[in-house]
């Protein structure tokens, strides 16, 4: 059984948002795979989904609500699971088949490099591959000084790739950027909508847009910042409408 993971907190995002990813993964899976929701509130969640507690961790309350909560699915044990997780963002547009991403490299931690910062080791943690148990020291570590921790790489996903010498990238072609990678630079996004390569299989929607900004057309943006309409203008793909649902 293939194990992919998720987590929910807050009011960001809501359960149409885990449902969705379920969906999602029963379409791009071709093997047996179970989705694991982390969440503190399980309400209209689909009953396929196996709900659990967040994990414990000591978080500053000025980043309880930030991506550094991902370092709690690090601690040893989590939850009843073992083996190789696929931990996925609620947020991810998934495009293509999700099985490969558990026979690449297995045992190690696999994760996006960072589009941003090609060629510095920096991962991009909106979907990583982890063995459980076996970087249990990064949350120990974590743990003993969060905030000293968080001064030092803001990031927490810099923090783990400064941390793990074994670190594995996906193919670049795997995993790709919206805004980064996929979207026509402006002014042809006017007209021009962003093409999904064929090898892909996610595409992350870092920062704004967010998938359903794209659907409906629309780059919100600061009322400060109205002058950003100029260039923040885009065609929604197909693909986009075809995978969101």
């Known amino acids: ?51 659990m507690p967040l994990p414990e961790i000591n978080l500053p309350q000025t980043i309880s609500n930030t991506p550094w909560r991902k370092i709690s699915i690090w601690q040893y044990p989590l939850s009843n699971l073992d083996g190789d997780i ?3 963002d609620l947020d991810l547009v998934i495009t293509g088949n999700l099985d490969r991403f558990f026979d690449y490299k297995p045992g190690y931690y696999c994760v996006i490099e960072n589009w941003t910062q090609i060629g510095k080791n920096i991962g ?8 459980v148990g076996k970087y249990d ?4 570590k ?35 950027s919206f805004k980064h990678n ?31 900004d794209v659907i409906s057309g629309n780059w919100p943006v600061k009322r400060s910042q109205i002058y950003k309409k100029i260039y923040k203008q ?10 969101w649902s």
Not at 144 to 152: A, G, H, N
């Open 1 to 51: 059984m293939q194990k992919i993971i998720c987590m929910k907190w807050g009011s960001r995002y809501g359960s149409e948002y885990v449902n969705r990813l379920y969906t999602s993964i029963k379409r791009h899976t071709k093997r047996p795979t179970s989705l694991y929701c982390f969440t503190d509130d399980t309400k209209n969640i689909d009953k396929s989904v196996k709900c």
């Open 86 to 88: 696929l931990f996925l």
């Open 124 to 131: 991009n943690t909106s979907c990583f591959r982890v063995p």
């Open 137 to 140: 020291y990064i949350y120990k």
């Open 142 to 176: 974590f743990q003993k000084d969060p905030i000293k921790i968080v001064k030092q790489y803001h990031i927490e996903q810099t923090y783990l790739s400064d941390n793990i010498n074994d670190q594995v990238f996906w193919p670049a072609e795997w995993c790709r």
């Open 182 to 212: 996929l979207l026509p630079n402006w002014p042809f996004r006017i007209w021009v909508p962003a093409k999904l390569p064929k090898e892909t299989s996610i595409v992350a929607f870092t920062g704004k847009p967010d998938p359903d």
């Open 234 to 243: 885009l065609k929604t793909p197909k693909w986009v409408i075809k995978n």
